[in-house]
């Protein structure tokens, strides 16, 4: 061995004995730390940051792929694997999915699992039958910041809530229809009571076809007005005893008669439900009610078609 060998032998071997051969780690050209083995340590970023075995988590993404470098270790020193592990960990984004039960496309309840979500849909289905659109949508949220899951109970209220809300909207709207004449929304009874006479009966106490509705009450109860409109009479006419006819516009034109007191004046505009005069027996009347008249252009219509069914 000649000399130039001897020397580079104990270089190496001094270097050997002082130093180890380690990776460099860095990320955005700043060292991060060291680590034995690049190979090793990627499988540990693969196996302990980017694994998404958690089942709500959609994927994981490093903020910056790690640059590596051969180098030498000071034997004092030691790499530090674990602490680069954390800190990966830690800056890494991840996108978590989750479920959310939907009513007409729209989000009522994130929830955590799949299965769930499912399951509460089966159940709604089976309560509400298939006519409700109750669906489910994935939805992402990044670092679990969005759309945090709630309990199966409260996605349940939820759901259920907002269905009945939707019901009670359908059954106002079938309400509103069924009460509406030509365009004009019957929206109150204007007193509550025992029906006496239908519309179309005839009786010994007239020689002709009933013309309204007859309504028992004890006399004094509150009239209050069908529909909002224009008070076109008030006072009294023949055999409806004390009348006031309200017109409603679209050719709708309400009366309310035998009353024992009138409060309503011609010209004055009211709202439905708003009081318009007592019961009474005045007019040609047997006992105190209310006579329930709806004429559209001129002709008397059953009222039961609208309230009172
Ligand atoms: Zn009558």
Redesign the pocket.
Known sequence: MSIVGIALFIIVTIILLKFNIAVEVSISGEEIGYVKDRKAFEEKIQNEVLTTENATLESVELAEEPQYKLTFLSKSESTNEDEIIAKLENDATRTYVRFAVTLDNKQEAVLEKLEDAENLVDEIEEKYGEKRNVGIQKVYSINNEEYQPVSIKTARNEVTDAIEAQIEKEEEEQRRKEQTINGIYLAVKPVSGVIT?RFGNRELIRSYA?????IAAPGGTPIKAAASGKVIFSGYQGSYGNLVKIDSGNGVVVYY??CSKLYVNVGEKVEAGDVIAAVGSTGNSTGN?L?F?IQLNGQCVNPQNYLYK
């Open positions: 006479s009933h013309r309204g509705l007859d008669g035998h009610h006579h008249e």
